[in-house]
Nanobody, 116 residues
Framework: QVQVVESGGGLVQAGGSLRLSCSAS????????MSWYRQAPGKQRDLVAI???????NYADSVKGRFTISRDNAKNTVYLEMNSLKPEDTAVYYC??????????WGQGTQVTVSS
């Protein structure tokens, strides 16, 4: 069993910054890809950024140049640094951790609200 816990959401004005953190605890299997998704009210859950265990990162076009994903493999922790935030970034942000058995686990989500 893997537990995924996010933190760091909140309310920020447009143009501001937030940093999200996510820790994945796994006593048996190693954690491979870790990623961030977001879901705005009435919309589907979309991929924001993903990072491999080797550190290769990819981003949704809408956040390229503004968001940075990074990870600490020793702690199975992934971070999402969000800069130049826009009202359209408002959503619940979910962390996803995929194990070496290719099973994905989700966190409970953290709310990010960007006011105009």
């Amino acid at each position: 069993q893997v537990q995924v816990v996010e933190s760091g959401g909140g309310l920020v004005q447009a143009g501001g910054s937030l940093r999200l953190s996510c820790s994945a605890s796994s006593s048996i299997f190693s954690i491979n890809n870790m990623s961030w998704y977001r879901q705005a009210p009435g919309k589907q859950r979309d991929l924001v950024a993903i990072i491999t265990s080797g550190g290769t990162a990819n981003y949704a076009d809408s956040v390229k140049g503004r968001f940075t994903i990074s990870r600490d493999n020793a702690k199975n922790t992934v971070y999402l640094e969000m800069n130049s935030l826009k009202p359209e970034d408002t959503a619940v942000y979910y962390c996803n951790a995929r194990t070496s058995r290719n099973i994905a686990y989700w966190g409970q989500g953290t709310q990010v609200t960007v006011s105009s």
